[in-house]
């Protein structure tokens, strides 16, 4: 049987794969795709952070706990990344990066059917700009 397990590099590259894929569709002008990929590269990145933090050979976490690393909803992730605290202080020190979590936050899995009304170029500013999301992350995964 194949390995399927999902390393906490998957999800590094993955964030930066996404977070790429995102720019290269604001090039071609494509802001639906470019707002979902770009929220995603936060999801990955964040559940790299939920990575660092298991031990190797720890038991499986509790089912509730599962059924929250294995959520598509940025809060939920952020919480069990052990990171809010710290999110919530960068917010109020650093107003740039608390419009950038606010823009980030919109984002949801179901992002993806939407035809209309999504921002791709804010989004990807938002993640991988000044102050964004993603390099915040990043010095915490």
Not at 72 to 95: I, T, V
Not at 118 to 124: Q, R, T, V
């Amino acid at each position: 049987m194949a390995d399927v397990s999902i390393y906490r590099r998957d999800f590094k590259l993955l964030a930066d794969l996404r977070a790429e894929d995102a720019r290269t569709l604001l090039v071609k002008g494509k802001q639906l795709g470019a707002f979902y990929l770009a929220g995603y590269a936060v999801e990955c990145a964040l559940k790299a952070c939920i990575a660092k933090k298991t031990k190797r050979f720890q038991f499986p976490p509790k089912p509730d706990e599962a059924r929250r690393i294995y959520s598509h909803r940025l809060e939920e992730l952020l919480d069990a990344a052990g990171l809010k605290e710290q999110r919530d202080k960068e917010m109020q020190s650093n107003p740039s990066f608390a419009a950038n979590w606010n823009t980030v936050k919109a984002w949801t899995e179901e992002c993806r059917y939407k035809t209309a009304d999504l921002n791709g170029k804010d989004m990807y500013n938002a993640v991988a700009g000044k102050d964004g999301v993603l390099p915040w992350i990043k010095q915490r995964w």
